[in-house]
């Protein structure tokens, strides 16, 4: 059996031989390679690179015709001014992002759990039931959850977005979950059970002090995607100012009624990033992980 | 013995009880909604106002199929799909082909491919919008500066303003954020192929590119088509993206589009819910056969 997906992907076979030693067929490939890989570097860095310089350009020192030139004075100006504009946005994002996370992390390790080392008859339908969930398009829901919201009074508080994630975040938790938990040995449980250990008291002994990879790998999975989601926030908040997030607030801003602030534009979309970007640069290796097991591969 | 069994088969009880709030969950959330929404796309719930709520049958749905506006957006999207599809498959695949081998300096290339997934498309839509701005010669800024720079001017085009062409503009950003998502699923192909096929072909004699032709590539099938699988499902619920850079513009309509504006700016809730249907199941036909198959590999291990 081959080793876990992502040790796969990061297993660098880099090239042992000295470049001396290669062919001149060999050593022409490397080259081309290289050159390639740059010009897809540059390709795929471009908007990144667009949006950073463009954020120290000032309120008003943003033209499209400059818009690769490097700014020839560092300018804060849009930085406060996209500040102001999403500073409570943002600290609302990170509370309620936390809260629905940890939440969601807690329901995948129990569910993960019996669902690999206690399962019961017909827990392979079940989850095979839950994965379903994971890929429906949440349109096809929405319309009955805002009327469920009205029902239970969460319309106008920011839990309508932690039920969200965390329901609909059921079915990949989980995964990540059963899958990391399919890779500890049965002869472990096995073992407590002969010991007389329970079910929950093998679960907080053995398999909880384990767990910790999956779970920052399901942490911040649920931290990108809910930071990132757009389509809960907009059905579900219902536009109410009250309670903008990161993306709705930065979609008002940059919507097309205010494009006239291209500067400030560019830096609340950057700013708006940071906190993503900032867990991919720091726990990529698990972020992967995470967006591999969607692919219900390893 | 009768004992130890007792506390083994309570203990899987005890299982069942901890998964069924999960269970409840989906079964109401998931499941539940999708009915309740049926039932709503079967209904003459056309807007807010109606009191005398009543089944008309498939009506709802049949008006769409008559409906220009719908079956434009529904025309976008697959021309989205197919576009992105060949595209992201295309580039990934190259992506990985390149790496695969290993090169120095391999993680940083990887890391650089693979950022885009980590941004939403609300946050990148800014810059995109400027990257595909339709200025071109003297005024040209974004991709139409960049194509004359090297050389490629009479490529400039109008982007996602052109009617004709819109949504091949809209999938170029789409391209950008997946391609390092196939290209980490390909690698994983790549790597997983054991060393001593390609030993074995190099020691019959083979050439490099026949090694790839006939050796490796058939070996990534099956991670052909779960890309296939995971780009399809990902294309026909595209929203975000097409937020992000041209709001809720007609050119770039798609179905997830029409079903918010429907059913939130004129509140024709039994329109909406029958256009969700309509992307529900079309997603369903590319993912429960993929389902199913998962399913049976994993009963086989």
Redesign the interface.
């Known amino acids: 059996m081959s080793a876990d997906i992502v040790d796969r992907i990061t297993h660098s076979t880099a090239p042992k031989k000295n470049r001396r030693q290669l062919s001149g067929v060999a050593q022409f490939w490397l080259i081309f390679r290289y050159i390639s890989l740059t010009i897809i570097l540059a390709m795929v860095i471009l908007p990144i690179y667009v949006l950073v310089v463009n954020s120290f350009k000032g309120i008003s020192g943003v033209y499209l015709n400059t818009a690769f030139e490097l700014p020839k004075t560092l300018n804060f100006e849009t930085w406060s001014a996209a500040w102001d504009w999403l500073a409570v946005p943002m600290g609302r994002t990170l509370l309620f992002v936390t809260q629905s996370s940890i939440i969601s992390a807690l329901i995948g390790s129990i569910n993960g759990y019996v669902l690999s080392k206690w399962r019961f008859a017909g827990s392979n339908a079940v989850f095979m039931l839950f994965l379903f969930g994971m890929f429906i398009p949440y349109q096809a829901i929405m319309i009955p959850l805002t009327q469920f919201n009205k029902l239970v009074g969460l319309t106008g508080s920011i839990y309508v977005l932690v039920l969200a994630h965390v329901v609909y975040g059921i079915p990949i938790c989980t995964l990540i979950f059963r899958n990391y938990y399919a890779s500890i040995p049965d002869e472990i449980i096995e073992a407590g059970r002969v010991d007389g250990a329970s079910m929950v008291r093998i679960y907080r002994a053995i398999i909880l002090p384990l767990s910790i990879p999956a779970f920052v790998v399901v942490l911040i999975w649920q931290f990108t995607s809910a930071w990132n989601d757009f389509l809960f926030a907009i059905f579900l908040t219902g536009g109410s100012p009250k309670l903008a997030v990161a993306t709705t607030a930065l979609n008002w801003l940059t919507g097309s009624s205010n494009q006239v602030y291209y500067g400030k534009n560019m830096t609340a979309s950057l700013m708006a990033s940071i906190p993503t970007l900032l867990v991919y640069m720091f726990l990529g290796r698990y972020f992967l992980r995470g967006l591999l097991s969607g692919s219900l591969k390893g | 013995m009768a004992t130890v069994q007792s506390k083994?088969v309570s203990?899987?009880?005890?299982?069942?009880f901890?998964?069924l709030?999960?269970?409840l969950?989906?079964a109401i959330?998931?499941?539940?909604?999708?009915a309740?929404?049926f039932n709503?796309s079967l209904t003459n719930r056309n807007s807010a106002s109606v009191k005398d709520i009543k089944h008309v049958g498939f009506k709802n749905y049949t008006e769409l199929f008559a409906d220009e506006r719908f079956i434009h957006a529904l025309g976008n999207l697959l021309k989205f799909t197919g576009v992105f599809l060949v595209g992201t498959l295309l580039?990934g695949f190259?992506?990985a082909l390149?790496?695969e081998?290993?090169?120095?300096g391999?993680?940083l290339?990887?890391?650089?491919?693979?950022?885009?997934?980590?941004?939403?498309?609300?946050?990148?839509?800014?810059?995109?919008r400027?990257?595909l701005?339709s200025?071109r010669d003297g005024?040209?800024?974004?991709l139409n500066?960049?194509l004359q720079k090297i050389g490629l001017g009479f490529l400039q085009n109008d982007w996602y303003l052109s009617p004709r062409g819109a949504m091949f503009a809209m999938a170029v950003?789409a391209i950008?954020q997946m391609?390092?998502?196939v290209m980490?699923?390909f690698?994983?192909g790549f790597?997983?192929i054991p060393d001593d096929l390609r030993e074995a072909a190099r020691v019959d004699g083979a050439s490099e590119f026949k090694i790839y032709r006939h050796v490796l590539f058939p070996q990534l099938s099956p991670t052909f088509l779960?890309v296939l699988i995971?780009l399809g499902?990902i294309s026909?619920?595209v929203?975000?993206l097409i937020?992000?850079i041209s709001?809720k513009s007609y050119v770039t309509d798609v179905l997830?589009v029409y079903?918010?504006q429907v059913?939130?700016d004129i509140t024709n809730?039994a329109k909406?819910?029958s256009?969700?249907?309509i992307?529900?199941f079309l997603?369903a036909i590319v993912?429960?056969p993929?389902?199913s198959h998962?399913?049976k590999t994993?009963?086989e291990n």
């Open positions: 083994q203990a899987r009880i005890g299982g069942f901890f998964v709030p999960s269970i969950a989906i959330f998931v499941y539940g909604m999708i309740y929404t709503v580039s190259i992506m390149l790496l081998k290993g090169v120095a391999e993680g290339f990887r890391s650089f491919y693979l950022y885009p997934m980590a941004i939403s498309f609300i946050a990148m839509g800014t810059v995109w400027w990257l701005n200025s005024d040209a800024g974004g500066l960049v950003p950008w391609s390092g998502y980490a699923l690698l994983a790597r997983g779960t995971i499902h026909m619920k929203f975000d937020i992000g709001g997830a079903m918010w059913t939130f809730f909406g819910a256009i969700a249907m992307i529900l997603v993912v429960i993929y389902l998962v399913n994993e009963r």
